[in-house]
């Protein structure tokens, strides 16, 4: 069975500080990756996906994420963190053949002016 | 792309009463899927259909609930007899078959309240 953990239930940085959101799988075959971002009351927005290839993905919004297969890993990276990106980041598995997804618990973000 | 649309985007029920919700996905995919999000916690997956046929439903549905989407275009998701444990945010999302499914778009969500 699909698995996905997010160690970090909540994170707090300074407005232009880098961040990094962890998130660990398990898939039995190549996983498909994704990072959705929820702000409060509102449904997911996708970030950014990885399916193969390339294992550094640029996504929406100044984000990016790197594939570490040996670690199971898909941690999601920004330089420079806006006031803006405060919400709730959701890291989420799927594979072949593509059926439901499976979410971690998420990170929620908090940007200090 | 006028992206996935839920109604309602709230519904207040008392313990008991049934409710109905719709998910009208994005016009050219085939495939819808049902979540259910509790507070502080990811999606969970509760169903999902293709076209018309219902593929997969989790442990989560139980008999209480039940999906359709008769003409392969719009769904509804019913809870009969709710109960206070049913309160959660209910989202949809779809998928076309060019991006691999695997890639899904959600809409914004009903969330539901039971009394």
């Known amino acids: 069975a699909q698995s996905v953990t997010q160690p970090d239930i909540h994170i707090t940085v300074s407005e232009g500080a880098s961040l990094e959101l962890r998130c660990n799988y398990s898939?039995?075959?190549?996983?498909?990756l994704f990072w959705y971002v929820q702000s409060p009351g509102q449904g997911l927005q996708l970030l950014l996906k990885?399916?193969?290839?390339?294992?550094l993905v640029q996504g929406i919004k100044g984000f990016e994420a790197e594939f570490k297969r040996s670690q199971s890993s898909f941690n999601l990276r920004k330089p420079s963190v806006h006031w803006s990106d405060a919400a709730e980041y959701f890291c989420?598995?799927?594979?072949?053949?593509?059926?439901?997804?499976?979410f971690g618990s998420g990170t929620q973000l908090t940007v200090l002016p | 792309d006028t992206g996935v649309s839920q109604n309602p985007r709230h519904k207040i029920t008392k313990r008991g009463q049934n409710v109905t919700f719709r998910c009208d996905p994005i016009?050219?995919?085939?495939?819808l899927y049902w979540y259910r999000q509790t507070l502080g916690q990811g999606p969970e997956f509760l169903t999902y259909?293709?076209?018309?046929?219902?593929?997969?439903k989790s442990r989560l549905l139980s008999d209480r609930f039940s999906a359709e989407r008769p003409k392969g275009s719009f769904s509804t998701l019913e809870i009969q007899r709710t109960e206070q444990g049913d309160s959660a945010m209910y989202l949809c999302?779809?998928?076309?078959?060019?991006?691999?499914?695997?890639?899904?778009?959600f809409g914004p969500g009903t969330r539901l309240t039971v009394l």
């Open positions: 999302a779809s998928s076309s078959r060019d991006r691999g499914y695997n890639e899904q778009f």
């Open positions: 898939y039995g075959a190549t996983p498909y």
């Open positions: 016009s050219e995919h085939n495939r």
């Open positions: 259909f293709q076209n018309e046929a219902q593929l997969e």
């Open positions: 990885y399916f193969s290839g390339d294992t």
């Open positions: 989420a598995v799927g594979g072949q053949p593509a059926r439901q997804l499976t």
